[in-house]
């Protein structure tokens, strides 16, 4: 398998533009998280997803963010309009639970947004 | 997250063990992680602890967990200059992660 694949790996944009982030999870996986790194407030989760179906969204900061995962293999995470204070590298991830319950999160690459 | 604490910044002579640390506030976590994550990439497991076990071994590292002070560490032995990342330690809610702010750990020869 290739891992959880993000595109695009980088985005430049202008503030006020619709910017989408895409994820791949790893086949099988039913679970999907979108977190956000910065240098000020570290990872986040933004929200996550069990076989497809939006778990837990608290960590979406404003009603400018949503996600979808209109099928399995399947994410996106949108900013319309977007903010330069939105600028941050983006992570999806995946995970199987295993049967002992241990719960490896598989992370993609990320997508490092710069709004301007 | 706010839940979960570690110190900032590590800096080790190569050779020498590391050792990082962390505390954490929920005492229902079933699993603890440790993640390291390299310049531009994403996060890849390198541990993770059941929370009855005290110890764990796996090659060079050691994880101890202190259940009654909430206290999480990893230990490298003989560290390398490729283990210079930042190592985030993680407590699990369900199957949501919460991740410390992550050290980073330098190497120097």
């Known amino acids: 398998d290739a891992g959880v694949i993000q595109s695009p790996r980088h985005e430049v944009t202008e503030m006020g533009q619709e910017v989408t982030l895409r994820c791949k999870p790893i086949?099988?996986?039913?679970?999907l998280f979108w977190y956000r790194q910065t240098m000020m407030r570290g990872l986040e989760l933004l929200i996550y997803?069990?076989?497809?179906?939006?778990?837990?969204d608290s960590g979406m900061p404003e009603d400018r963010f949503s996600a979808k995962m209109p099928n399995a293999s399947f994410s996106t995470l949108k900013i319309q309009p977007s903010e330069p204070r939105d600028s941050a590298v983006y992570f999806c991830?995946?995970?199987?639970?295993?049967?002992?319950?241990?719960?490896?999160?598989?992370f993609g690459p990320g997508t490092r947004l710069t709004v301007l | 997250g706010e839940d979960v604490e570690q110190s900032l910044f590590l800096s080790v002579r190569e050779g020498d063990s590391s050792v990082i640390n962390c505390t954490y506030t929920d005492s229902s976590s079933t699993y603890l992680y440790w993640y390291k994550q390299e310049p531009g990439a994403g996060l890849q497991l390198l541990t993770y602890i059941f929370s009855n076990m005290d110890m764990k071994q796996d090659q060079r590292l050691t994880v101890l967990l202190n259940k009654k002070d909430k206290h999480l560490s990893l230990r490298i032995a003989d560290t390398q200059t490729g283990d210079s990342a930042i190592y985030f330690c993680a407590e699990n809610h369900d199957y949501k992660l919460s991740f410390g702010a992550g050290t980073t750990v330098t190497v120097r020869a």
């Open positions: 991830a995946s995970s199987k639970p295993g049967l002992a319950g241990e719960d490896e999160q598989f």
């Open positions: 086949s099988g996986h039913d679970y």
């Open positions: 997803f069990n076989n497809n179906v939006p778990i837990d």
